[in-house]
């Protein structure tokens, strides 16, 4: 069984992205922070941290996660990079304490786990735990991600089979295969893919005669994009979530 874990309640509110432990320690003694429905004064107040802890400050009700998981439905006309060129980034869809959590390295706050382009929409997933980050980007560990896909031109059943025997990108000389194709309506598709290349569904269709028109992504591993999650709305991964997406 794991030992507690205590903070006192400015640090866990630095470690949960509320400032600087000055910043913190200053909510704490101005009253402005409830612990479970309780005002806390006293910056050095022991907690015994969990997952799920309710607190709110200056009236903002909040969780406690370490670290943290969120999930993204990324609206159309949005970069995902901290430093965005043309479009507004996702970052600004995320609540301050999420953007500057305390990191290591020089980038503070969540990370989206692989990007999509401004135009494609859907799914994405953000956290600070690097092994997770890690593990799901990288090409080795083949985890599959379904896009909605719609063309400009009809989808025909030699394009389905090209795309699962596989095609060859002007990048690399060895053909690039959908894990799984399926037709869904006279323009529309379900592409599953297990990499990750640069525009690999638009050059993917590109290379069998179509063009997309619309992309859409609708699920990463076993975790699928839940229905009634807006665009540009966020909310906390839940447990059998992480497991979902975690699980092969």
Known sequence: MSRPVILTLSDMLFTQGF???RVCAGLVQ??????????ITDALHDVEVREGLPFAVQGQAWEYHAPAYVLLHKPAGTECSQKPSAWPSIYTLLP???????????VQGVQAIGRLDQDTTGLLILTDDGKLIHRMASPRHHVPKVYQVTCKHPVEARQVQRLLDGVVLDDDPKPVKAAACEQTGEHTLDLTLTEGKYH???????????????????????LELPP???????RWLAPEQLAALTTR
């Open 228 to 234: 009634d999650l807006a665009p540009g709305q966020w």
């Open 19 to 21: 400032g600087t432990r």
């Open 96 to 106: 301050t304490p999420l953007r500057q959590r305390p990191q290591k390295g020089a």
């Open 200 to 222: 690999q569904v638009k050059r993917m269709l590109a290379a069998v005669g179509n063009r997309v028109e619309g992309l859409h992504r609708s699920r990463i591993g076993a």
């Open 30 to 39: 101005q009253g402005l922070v409830q612990l479970e429905g309780a005002t």
